[in-house]
């Protein structure tokens, strides 16, 4: 019979959808075998997606299991750090108790990024400190032996992230695998990202030192060591070009107090990037901001701008460094040499004449070898005014730089495991123990948990541990200035006075002397000319603030460029020399986020002068009464207290010895622009005890209000001296009051004596600052007071250390965030803890009700709160 012409046209219609279906399965099985472009990102031990805090969606990790399921379990982490950054992908992991393998179909011509997310708390009770496991991509070993919990204290994090890019993989195929070092250890991952990533290593550096030899980077594979924007601040990988890199500010490497100034692009001036320089390459803002040496040529001719970083000796490493010339347009204006382990990398660098034209951006990698030699496992890098070719400006400048170790021809890129400071190990230890479990609990120890107290840092310990033993080296040849003993405090001065320290005429010329050889190594010696300039002559028009010390005026130095504040001693101050030395010696060679910093000082015609980087918003004294100034928010405040408390954590365990601060008030806590808290005035501080000793004993020196009532009796500090200071500006910021007040009735004099009897009474809520009222949750409240009330006690061991004070700040936070997700447990303790009272706060589903629990006081002393179940925030 033959077809109707309905029948036809019905027919053909078939074969049209077929054909599209047939065009679209090819595509979909070619997608398959061969992606041109691979994402993967995975969360690990989770059974659905999450989203992380920067929007990105984490797939489960079952179905990229290729071997061994058996050996391996999904587990939840018992505790949240508040510094993780968000519950996704690390409150999930992957536990391996045997060789275990990931699989992943990749682009064979494609570069990969492979970043590995690891967050050592405590899984399934297993003891993260017994976790020690390798990692491989197919043939390339990327960890051995390598402990997630030694890491993360010794650099102070609470997580580890691991980047690598690795070469393209011919087969397509990326296979992960995690093996434990033995059989009584495990493995464990929280995250696995595999993402396409264009091609950032087409060069063949040349290996500095070794002109005929060069590395060839298309063929290798590389983990990242260090990724900075130089002279700017932090950039997510959400704000990156693409590529989900992470830059972090370079501050906690700089070495040496010529740490030269940043700058900012000008708005008329638009960075144009070039074929040679796509945008990939690195982000607007990278090269946007710069760290130059200043326009004082004298300052720039005589020091360098050095960084320094630990590194694994061994391997060869790639220095990446990024340029961008915003500020001159002329070749010739700025000419440098560029350092690297004190070698020349590059002589008479121009960045115009490399770019062409100003705000085009440019890159130069070289390459170096690391030993295993004396000083081997620290990588320098430094710049130095090109003075033979009599630039213009006798000046710097550097956008971003990026190291990368490169594997070596055994296809390893792991190193050891980095060294923890044996005072966070200390610090470490006595948190395990005052946080320890009770005998009924199955809980272990959470070490996330205890990092957490030291999460605020950067990894200025690591560097430490690096830069104490090497060798003074001469300013000229690119190294550091050999003067430069050790990076952080001079621990072989201790100034104690015995009466009060006014200056003698010998004793000034004594110290002069000795000011005068530190002003090279330290920080930069003004004239008093320079001074009397900035400060308009000392006009009273200039006066910020007045303390012990005397005056601090506002001024502006370099030519009108740089903001300062100068604080000029008065002749009858209390404070003296001592504490003018004091201040010069601990402050110039501490740097960290939360410790203001002292740019130098002037002691001329018999004048005591500190210049520090001034600070925008004043003392938090200011923000908090007698002043016209609009009240903070309560999570301000808080955010405040948080900044204040990990500046004096890194006092108390981030150096060598404890330093111990002595004078914390409002006032000496400072705001920048941001808004930041930075702890100052370091004129009375002293090196704490050692390892054998308990105390130091010295003449009481402090601000009335303030003073620890132990140290003020037995004349014995120690670092709780600064925790009991640190509570009554708790109490200060909380109810916006003096330390002191004569005009109050007896009993409400001291700000601490009449907290401490309301929060014993119950009426702590009753003397509050009136502009709080209904800003803050019942639980932050609760966490908050008990922090501040502890810090009280009479006596020194009763009293928790910086570290609980700070982990308790941002709980505090963290309730205040998000009270509806957080349950708090009861821990028992053993009779000799005499810690902050526990309780447990049940939520009910439908958080209509909270019930509180609270442990007997007679059979167990009070000790410090702990998440359990958290929410992220």
């Given at each position: 019979m033959k077809p109707s012409n309905s029948d036809t046209h019905l027919l053909f219609c078939l074969a049209i959808v077929l054909l599209i279906l047939e065009q679209n399965f090819v595509r979909v099985l070619g997608a398959t075998s061969e992606?041109?472009?691979?994402?993967?990102?995975?969360?690990?031990?989770?059974?659905?997606?999450?989203?992380?805090?920067?929007?990105?969606?984490?797939l489960p990790d079952a179905k990229f299991l290729a071997s061994a399921r058996l050996n391996s379990v999904s587990a939840v982490a018992q505790s949240q750090d508040p510094s993780l950054p968000s519950a996704v992908p690390y409150m999930s992991a992957r536990i391996f108790t045997a060789e275990s393998s990931y699989q992943f179909q990749v682009s064979s011509k494609s570069r990969l990024w492979l970043r590995l997310h690891f967050y050592?708390?405590?899984?399934s009770d297993l003891d993260p400190t017994e976790s020690h496991f390798a990692v491989a991509a197919n043939e390339l070993t990327l960890l051995r032996n390598f402990s997630a919990s030694i890491t993360a204290l010794a650099l102070t994090q609470a997580y580890i992230i691991r980047e690598f890019s690795l070469a393209p993989i011919a087969s397509g195929t990326l296979k992960i695998t995690f093996m434990p070092t033995s059989a009584h250890s495990y493995a464990f991952v929280n995250g696995i990202e595999v993402i396409s990533m264009p091609d950032l290593f087409q060069t063949e550096p040349e290996m500095v030192g070794f002109k005929d030899q060069s590395v060839d980077l298309m063929t290798s594979s590389l983990q990242t060591m260090f990724r900075l924007n130089v002279g700017g601040q932090y950039i997510p990988s959400t704000d990156d070009s693409g590529l989900t890199r992470i830059w972090y500010d370079d501050t906690p490497y700089l070495f040496g107090a010529a740490i030269g100034v940043t700058s900012q692009a000008d708005k008329n001036v638009t960075i144009r990037y070039s074929k040679d320089v796509p945008e990939y390459i690195a982000p607007l803002d990278v090269y946007s901001t710069a760290r130059t040496m200043g326009p004082d040529p004298e300052v720039a001719q005589n020091s360098n701008l050095s960084w320094v970083f630990p590194i694994d000796a061994n391997f060869t490493y790639v220095v990446r460094f990024h340029f961008c010339e915003y500020l001159r347009d002329k070749i010739n204006q700025r000419v440098f040499d560029i350092f690297v382990n004190n070698q020349t990398a590059q002589a008479s660098a121009?960045?115009?004449?490399?770019?062409g034209s100003q705000g085009v951006p440019v890159y130069k990698d070289y390459a170096t070898y690391a030993s295993d030699g004396a000083g081997d496992d620290s990588l320098w890098v430094a710049l130095h005014p090109s003075v033979s070719m009599k630039p213009e400006y006798y000046d710097s400048i550097l956008n971003g730089l990026e190291i990368f170790k490169v594997n070596d021809t055994g296809g390893n890129l792991a190193g050891p495991n980095p060294v923890p400071s044996p005072m966070l190990v200390k610090a470490e230890a006595n948190a395990a123990k005052n946080f320890s479990p009770s005998s009924s609990s199955k809980q272990g120890p959470v070490v996330g948990g205890v990092v957490g107290a030291f999460a605020g840092f950067v990894v200025v310990v690591a560097v430490f541990f690096v830069i104490r033993r090497k060798k003074s080296r001469g300013s000229r040849s690119g190294t550091a200035d050999s003067r430069v003993g050790n990076w952080l405090p001079l621990y072989g001065s201790s100034y104690t006075t015995t009466s009060t320290s006014k200056s003698t005429s010998s004793g000034k010329s004594n110290a002069s002397s000795h000011l005068s050889s530190l002003a090279g190594s330290l920080c930069r010696h003004f004239s008093l000319s320079e001074i009397r300039h900035a400060t308009k002559d000392f006009d009273e028009s200039q006066v910020i603030g007045v303390g012990g010390f005397g005056k601090v005026f506002k001024g502006v130095i370099d030519g009108g460029s740089t903001k300062v504040a100068i604080k000029r001693s008065n002749p009858s101050s209390e404070q003296g020399i001592n504490e003018f030395q004091t201040e010069i010696e601990m402050l110039s060679k501490l740097r960290h986020k939360h410790l203001v910093s002292l740019i130098g000082f002037c002691e001329e015609n018999d004048e005591m002068i500190l210049v520090y980087d001034y600070m925008g918003n004043g003392t938090l004294r200011e923000h908090l009464y007698k002043s016209n100034n609009a009240p903070l928010p309560w999570k301000q405040r808080l955010e405040i207290c948080i900044g204040a408390a990990r500046g004096l954590h890194y006092l108390h365990t981030g150096a060598?010895?404890?330093?111990i601060h002595r004078d914390v008030k409002t006032t000496n806590i400072l705001l920048d622009e941001k808004w930041v808290a930075k702890v100052s005035d370091f004129g009375l501080s002293k090196t704490g005890p050692n390892?054998?000793?308990?105390?130091?004993s010295t003449i009481v020196k402090g601000s009335f209000g303030y003073l620890d009532p132990e140290y003020f009796r037995r004349q014995q500090l120690t670092e709780k001296s600064d925790v009991y200071s640190f509570g009554v500006v708790l109490f200060e910021v909380l109810c916006a009051r003096p330390a002191l007040n004569p005009s109050l009735p007896k009993e409400q004099v001291s700000l601490a004596d009449w907290a401490r009897l309301c929060h014993k009474k119950g009426t702590l809520e009753e003397i509050i600052d009136l502009h709080l009222r209904g800003q803050i949750s019942p639980e932050c409240f609760k966490k908050f007071t008990e922090t501040a009330e502890k810090c009280l006690s009479d006596h020194g061991y009763d009293r928790p250390s910086m570290g609980d004070v700070l982990w308790n700040l941002e709980f505090a936070l963290k309730l205040d965030d998000n009270p509806d997700g957080v349950r708090l447990a009861v821990e028992n303790k053993a009779s000799n803890d005499r810690y902050m009272h526990m309780s447990t706060i049940n939520i009910n589903e439908d958080s209509s009700t909270v019930s509180v629990e609270e442990p007997d006081d007679d059979e167990h002393p009070p000790v410090f709160s702990q998440i359990v179940n958290p929410t992220g925030r």
């Open positions: 992606p041109n472009s691979t994402s993967y990102v995975v969360t690990c031990g989770s059974k659905t997606k999450g989203t992380d805090a920067n929007k990105r969606t984490w050592p708390s405590t899984y121009d960045v115009i004449a490399w770019s060598k010895h404890t330093i390892l054998n000793q308990t105390h130091v």
